[in-house]
């Protein structure tokens, strides 16, 4: 499970083994003998260097990241808790079916979204209507405006939250609540969704976000290439903490990989340009630092236009700025602020309500700096700490298999992303890819022509930077093979990637497993026994043609019959 949410806050959670997040101050502790120090001077456990135990001799490891309990159920256990589960986008069915098993189909139901009629969609509705019908007021824009505003943000349809499953007491129904539909009507849907939108319900009944992502099943496919157990990944080490500063521990310079100055590409929660540029800025030095990014990264209103200024103009470090909205609670507390004020001040803030005015007059009473205010009157959410910490768990050993074992991780990046690849483009080498992406940015940069550029094309950039990298660091790709291709997962051949089948645009998964299925009973004798044992169409064989993939088959099955006789 790649986080369990705001439930990291709870320390007996972790002794249950039901978060590997554990909440307690840093301290070393030794596996052996049990022997522990809390006499350290850390923001985080993962940031201290190992020692020797003084009792056994055995090697002490840091543990810890300092995370209050509070912000998982409040200090009197009235917090509705936050309970996330990112399961493997793989598995997320099986999750959501378990829970079902679990509190009964009568007692949990998908949480229910509701989507309203947009702004323009209305003033369509309302404008076909008059055209539709010729009326003769139809060109009169005051009443047309006046029935668009009355038509805006009605109901238009029901869907259903992602991955929100909200529970209903064994003692009580649903009814007691709300009413219950399935999305948009659809009775093949295998769950009912509660009729009122969760926010409806929020203080009333509990939700499991159980969702799908990508980080568990990145660790099953680098445990799979490598035959390394991430849990057995250190936390303490000075070569990966400088990936997120700097190129060099990929071996290679800021010109080869088009100007990046940090070697976070391809890291889960790190790799957009957005946190790329955040991580240019703030320079994280430890563990703890990367945490309050994660937190910054996530929040709303934290980062531009208020943390990212007090770190430029004000010399500010990312210690001292609010990142996660456990920072509040626990500054404020450090500050001599009561801690009952300081938890409903973060809990205020984390929400983007401000600070209450009783909160502030006692936060002001106690000489907190007005620069802290100000930046907590900015925030519109902010994201906890215990879930900062998941993440940044997960993208941390992603990040120790991109500098051990760099083929691992672009077969792993690229199989998850399988079907995005272009690989004309890809296998045309380093200048091409650059002139590509230099071209897609540059039109994106300009306002005239932003808006030709095709989603696909922003899709792509991603796979474009590291195709760049991974030919930067002296690796290569091969083109798709019929005999070694996998449907959708990439082949490690030497020092050279083979993609899978899935990424020949146009060529789904059906017809990839279709392939590799017909290949297992017996070679392929000609491009028409390609075609007649296997689902691709002749687009998809057109362009493996030209690729060159199919220069091994004779056109048909007689010529190949006919040649064998002779």
Not at 72 to 83: N, R, S
Not at 164 to 181: A, K, T, W
Not at 261 to 277: H, Q, Y
């Amino acid at each position: 499970v790649g986080s369990r949410g705001s439930v990291g806050s709870s320390l007996v959670a972790h002794f249950l083994d039901i978060t590997e997040v554990n909440a307690l101050p840093a301290h070393y502790l030794c596996k052996k003998c049990h022997y522990s120090d809390f006499n350290v001077v850390a923001d985080d456990g993962f940031d201290l260097p190992p020692k020797k135990c003084p009792v056994c001799g055995e090697m002490m490891y840091g543990q810890g990241h300092n995370i209050p309990f509070e912000t998982f159920l409040g200090f009197h256990g009235e917090k509705v808790p936050d309970i996330d589960l990112n399961f493997s986008g793989l598995y997320q069915a099986n999750a959501h079916n378990f829970i079902k098993k679990m509190f009964g189909a009568e007692h949990s139901f998908r949480a229910g979204t509701i989507a309203t009629v947009a702004e323009k969609t209305a003033y369509g509705y309302v404008k076909n209507y008059f055209e539709n019908e010729g009326k003769t007021f139809k060109a009169n824009p005051v009443y047309i405006e006046w029935i668009k505003n009355k038509c805006t943000d009605v109901k238009r349809t029901t869907g259903q939250h992602p991955g929100g499953i909200v529970i209903v007491p064994n003692e009580m129904s649903i009814f007691d609540f709300c009413p219950y539909n399935f999305p948009a009507d659809d009775k093949t849907q295998d769950w009912y969704t509660t009729h009122f939108p969760f926010e409806s319900l929020h203080d009333t009944l509990l939700k499991f976000d159980i969702l799908g992502h990508d980080d568990p099943t990145k660790l099953k496919l680098l445990e799979e290439y490598t035959g390394i157990d991430a849990k057995t990944i250190p936390f303490y080490d000075p070569k990966i903490m400088k990936l997120f500063t700097s190129i060099e521990p990929l071996g290679i310079t800021s010109e080869q990989a088009n100007g990046e100055k940090n070697g976070a590409i391809g890291l889960p929660e790190f790799g957009t340009s957005f946190v790329r540029g955040l991580l240019n800025d703030s320079q994280p030095k430890s563990f703890a630092d990367l945490i309050r990014i994660s937190g910054l990264s996530h929040g709303t209103d934290v980062w531009l236009n208020n943390a990212q200024t007090l770190i430029r103009d004000h010399h500010l470090t990312l210690s001292q700025v609010v990142g996660c909205r456990d920072d509040i609670m626990t500054y404020l507390i450090k500050c001599n602020v009561d801690p009952l004020v300081a938890f409903s001040t973060m809990e205020s803030v984390r929400k983007g309500k401000g600070i209450k005015p009783n909160d502030m007059e006692v936060i002001k009473s106690n000489n907190v700096p007005q620069w802290y205010i100000d930046s907590c009157l900015k925030i519109k959410y902010l994201f906890p700490k215990a879930h900062a910490t998941a993440y940044v768990i997960m993208a941390w050993r992603i990040a120790w298999f991109k500098v051990n074992y760099p083929l691992a991780f672009y077969a792993t990046f690229l199989t998850i992303q399988s079907d995005l690849f272009d690989i004309k483009t890809i296998l045309a080498g380093p200048t091409a890819i650059k002139e590509k992406i230099n071209k897609i940015k540059s039109m994106l940069n300009n306002n005239t022509t932003k808006k030709d550029v095709k989603n696909k094309d922003k899709d792509l950039i991603p796979i474009y930077e590291i195709a760049l990298e991974m030919y930067a660091r002296g690796f290569g790709f091969k083109c798709v093979d019929l005999e070694k291709s996998e449907a959708s997962k990439y082949v490690i051949d030497g020092n050279c990637l083979i993609p899978p089948f899935t990424a020949i645009d146009g060529l789904g998964i059906a017809a990839a497993e279709s392939v590799v299925k017909a290949r297992k009973e017996k070679p392929f004798v000609s491009k028409e026994d390609l075609m007649q044992r296997t689902q691709l169409n002749k687009t998809v064989l057109d362009f493996l043609n030209e690729l060159g993939v199919t220069d091994k088959l004779k056109d048909n099955n007689q010529l190949s019959l006919f040649d064998d006789l002779f």
